[in-house]
């Protein structure tokens, strides 16, 4: 069984201990509830923590909830709660049907010994690349989610469009799922996404742009259809309305940017994109 450990320097509940170290209120509630150790002596309750006492957090082994394929994984920041990888474009996320990465994270967590069961922090579309996070425990998967949810967890993308967009606002629609064109639209009864699209280059020679997206929320598919509905597909996107042909579509996770739970250090992760080599087959 893996654990969660502390040393405690300060005369605290472990309530108050905890909620200090990040962890979230339903997580206390279940280590609570569940039991914990002080100095090898089991607690089921909230509790006057001493200096110098080791209070250790237990975390259950948990079965692996995908068949462990092994696959090319290429791993960008690891600890003891999370890891980041660099999401390849043609691949799944967790698709059933199909191999997907979470096949792959399966296969490492049994490789090095995670008993636990594979959570993506983030998700990324079948042909979007870049970084996606996967938690290894169920209390930093809650912290991070929560994270995400007061929007302390950055993510920025990369998308290349065609034509000249000159654009530094944020985009604020109403999303709704179509379900005869398979896509997002906009619609009255639709659910916010926004989006601050902000453009970086553009390059005469091929007609196209460089757009940096930093997305507010977490709609599916929000920046491709943002994008689409500006008059401006991401190049290899025919879904939303692309002409090129290019086997993907061009749009990268290319930075996050997180407060690390536990010691709550800032840590910022970027990634290469590698369009170069479709860029190169679009004919000028």
């Known amino acids: ?22 962890f979230s209120k339903r997580a206390i509630k279940d280590i609570l509830e569940n039991g914990y150790f002080v100095n090898d002596d ?29 696959g090319e994984l290429e791993i960008v920041y690891e600890d003891q709660n999370i890891l980041v990888v660099n999401k390849a474009y043609n691949l799944t996320v967790n698709s059933k049907g199909q191999i997907s990465l979470a096949n792959y994270l399966a296969y490492y967590f049994s490789e090095n010994n995670i008993k636990s069961k594979v959570r993506l922090v983030n998700r990324l579309d079948m042909n979007t690349s870049g970084l996606l996070m996967v938690a290894k425990n169920p209390y930093s998967m809650a912290y991070y989610q929560n994270q995400i949810e007061k929007i302390l967890f950055k993510k920025n993308y990369l998308a290349v469009v065609e034509g000249k967009l000159d654009i530094d606002e944020i985009i604020k629609l109403n999303l709704a799922y179509n379900e005869d064109q398979k896509r997002y639209e906009v619609s009255k009864d639709g659910k916010t996404a926004i989006t601050y ?76 994109p590698n369009f170069e080599k479709f860029l190169d087959s679009i004919k000028n």
Do not use: C, W
């Open 1 to 22: 069984m893996n654990s969660i450990n502390f040393k405690i320097n300060e005369k605290i509940t472990t309530k108050k201990f905890l909620l200090e170290n990040n």
């Open 42 to 70: 089991k607690v089921n309750k909230n509790f006057d923590l001493n200096i110098n006492d080791s209070l250790i957090i237990p975390i259950e082994d948990e079965k692996i909830d995908y068949d462990k394929v092994k």
């Open 197 to 272: 699209f902000k453009t970086l280059t553009y390059d005469p020679s091929k007609d196209i742009t460089y757009i940096n997206a930093d997305i507010k929320t977490g709609k599916t598919h929000q920046i491709r259809a943002s994008l689409a509905n500006l008059g401006y597909p991401i190049l290899g996107d025919k879904l939303y309305g692309s002409k090129i042909k290019l086997g993907r579509f061009l749009l990268h996770a290319y930075k996050i940017q997180f407060i690390r739970f536990l010691d709550g250090k800032k840590i910022i992760l970027e990634s290469d």
